[in-house]
């Protein structure tokens, strides 16, 4: 079974950067379009980065110019980097495993992985 597991957050001071690691255990990796989303304390769950498996990326409109993800996939392992970061930027991060054409209540997701940011 496909596991995900998220590493690299903390307690970053605005205008710093993080870099947030999301390794996939099992065989699927490659073809799955692999996404980054956070939760803020009493928000919903939005998506933050989002790359195919061709390397294809989205990026909501909050995070563009900042964040970049990128995966690597012999290491079945995709990145967030994270840049000039905001005090809103603060969430709990979550990987986000989708196979295309499948549904999306059966997508995968890791644990999540905190970052806060001092002001």
């Known amino acids: 079974q496909v596991q995900l597991v998220e590493s690299g957050g903390g307690l970053v001071q605005a205008g710093g950067s993080l870099r947030l690691s999301c390794v996939a255990s099992g065989s699927i990796f490659s073809i799955s379009d692999m996404g980054w989303y956070r939760q803020a304390p009493g928000k919903l769950r939005e998506l933050a980065a989002r790359?195919?498996?061709?390397?294809?990326?989205n990026y909501a409109d909050s995070v563009k110019g900042r964040f970049t993800i990128s995966r690597d996939n012999a290491k079945n392992t995709v990145f967030l980097e994270i840049n000039s970061l905001k005090p809103e930027d603060a969430a709990v991060y979550y990987c986000n495993l989708h196979v295309p054409g499948t549904w999306a209540g059966a997508d995968l997701w890791g644990k999540g992985t905190l970052v806060t940011v001092s002001s």
């Open positions: 790359i195919t498996g061709g390397g294809s990326t």
